[in-house]
């Protein structure tokens, strides 16, 4: 987890409620990712960025927006909390010139909506 | 098919035996492959990459890739109890830039 911190950790919601995850890396790494990760289906991309204000959809966006607006700082909004987004998210950075690839995780931000 | 197949497990080897854990991929241009390990309620922690046919050796851990077989495997030599965590296999598919494809992992359990 070193270098990628994830806020809050642990949050409770309310149906319909607006909520925001950060996640803020110390790494300089161009690439970010946000995953939710649900028994059964493991981890799942929701949105990534590849440089400051650059993001694309992954494959469980709907409902879900984000914003980078630096490069240490991504952060993840559910427009309208609901159930079904009762999960663990994490969050991922990558540098493709020195890495190919590999991401690393940070510690995860387990959110309950009620 | 599903992108990234692996056995959910879990799969039961004694102390000091070798753990196989495998992962079939289905896009032929998958470029790289990746083993993490996820402890219960922890993050993903990467432990092997690899990149081209053949064996890559790590400490106990040994990854092996066949892309003609579109298979990739992780040994772990002399399995030890804090070797018990789930495994997922991550593929980085042909044209996806940045992008990885996870398996739903396999548990792994090292018995006293």
């Known amino acids: 987890d070193a270098g990628i911190t994830q806020s809050p950790r642990h949050k409770v919601t309310e149906t319909g409620t607006p909520v925001t995850l950060r996640c803020h890396q110390t790494e300089n790494h161009r690439y970010m990712y946000w995953y939710r990760q649900d028994p059964g289906h493991g981890l799942r991309l929701i949105h990534y960025?590849?440089?400051?204000?650059?993001?694309d959809k992954g494959e469980v966006s709907d409902g879900y927006s984000v914003s980078r607006s630096k490069t240490e700082d991504f952060l993840l909004t559910l427009e309208s909390a609901t159930s079904s987004q009762t999960s663990v998210y994490f969050c991922?950075?990558?540098?493709?010139?020195?890495?190919?690839?590999?991401?690393?995780f940070g510690p995860g931000t387990r959110l309950t909506v009620t | 098919q599903k992108e990234v197949e692996q056995n959910s497990g879990p799969l039961s080897v004694p102390e000091g035996a070798i753990a196989s854990l495998n992962c079939t991929y289905s896009d032929r241009g998958s470029q790289s492959f990746f083993w993490y390990r996820q402890y219960s309620g922890k993050s993903p922690e990467l432990i092997m990459s690899?990149?081209?046919?053949g064996d890559k050796e790590d400490g106990r851990f040994t990854a092996q890739l066949n892309k003609a077989s579109q298979y990739v495997s992780l040994l772990i030599r002399d399995s030890q109890p804090s070797d018990s965590a789930t495994y997922l296999c991550?593929?980085?598919?042909?044209?996806?830039?940045?992008?990885?494809?996870f398996g739903t992992g396999t548990r792994l359990q090292v018995t006293l």
């Open positions: 991922a950075i990558s540098e493709s010139v020195v890495s190919s690839y590999e991401q690393y």
């Open positions: 960025s590849y440089g400051v204000k650059d993001t």
């Open positions: 991550a593929v980085l598919r042909g044209g996806t830039a940045s992008k990885l494809t």
């Open positions: 690899i990149y081209s046919n």
